[in-house]
């Protein structure tokens, strides 16, 4: 099983960037996707949620409005696209998967949003 993050970098506030969690090893189109941050000295916190067939998302409130998660069950691959980013959006975001009691992490990948 593997959930493989990347998209993430350096940006200035109110920029974009679009994260992709590759996952492999498992059925994926069955599982429930979402994503996660952790902030520098903080717990990590809920981000954003898909469900297995992509007809229901739901957000964090910090983040509704200008965070948008999808998915591609083709391509076994969820997404984050991050508009208006703001500096409080810098952390590790980490994508997991869950379905009938088995969850799996990704390693994460770096946000840091910063002029």
């Known amino acids: 099983v593997q959930l493989v993050e990347s998209g993430g970098g350096l940006v200035p506030p109110g920029g974009s960037l679009r994260l992709s969690c590759a996952a492999s090893g498992f059925t994926f189109r069955n599982y429930v996707m979402s994503w996660h941050r952790q902030a520098p000295g903080k717990e990590r916190e809920f981000v954003a949620y898909i469900t297995s067939d992509g007809s229901s998302t739901n957000y964090a409130d910090s983040v509704k409005g200008r965070f948008t998660i999808s998915r591609d069950n083709a391509k076994n691959t969820v997404y984050l696209q991050m508009n208006t980013l703001k500096p409080e959006d810098t952390g590790v975001y980490s994508c997991?998967?869950?379905?009938?009691?088995?969850?799996?992490w990704g390693q994460g990948t770096q946000v840091t949003v910063s002029s």
């Open positions: 997991r998967s869950a379905w009938s009691g088995n969850v799996y």
